[in-house]
């Protein structure tokens, strides 16, 4: 299983972007998806996450009513977007995908990890 995270730059605070996670190897019904961050000098923290097959989406509060999470059946791959960013939304995003179609917040609960992709968000 791969997982190829892609989509992150450099973007003024109060603008947007949308990452993608392509998935190959295997078709994820049964799975849940993850997004994960981790800025420079803490820990790899939850961001959101989806189960493949009914689609219900899962965030934490510090993302809640702007970051939206989705997935696309027929092309294997998981949206994260992201809108209303802040400096503080500044971290390398990783995907990830879970043997399970019970969401996991900790790290510890993911198979697979994608390489991640970097988000700068300047103030």
């Known amino acids: 299983v791969q997982l190829q995270a892609s989509g992150g730059g450099l973007v003024q605070a109060g603008g947007s972007l949308r990452l993608s996670c392509v998935a190959s190897?295997?078709?994820?019904?049964?799975?849940?998806m993850g997004w994960f961050r981790q800025a420079p000098g803490k820990e790899r923290e939850f961001v959101a996450a989806?189960?493949?097959?009914?689609?219900?989406?899962y965030y934490a509060d510090s993302v809640k009513g702007r970051f939206t999470v989705s997935r696309d059946v027929a092309k294997n791959a998981v949206y994260l977007q992201m809108n209303s960013l802040k400096a503080e939304d500044t971290a390398v995003y990783y995907c990830?995908?879970?043997?399970?179609?019970?969401?996991?917040?900790?790290?510890?609960?993911?198979?697979?990890w994608g390489q991640g992709t970097l988000v700068t968000v300047s103030s």
């Open positions: 990830a995908a879970r043997q399970s179609m019970v969401i996991s917040r900790t790290r510890g609960g993911y198979d697979y």
């Open positions: 190897g295997r078709t994820f019904n049964g799975y849940s």
């Open positions: 989806i189960t493949w097959n009914a689609g219900n989406a």
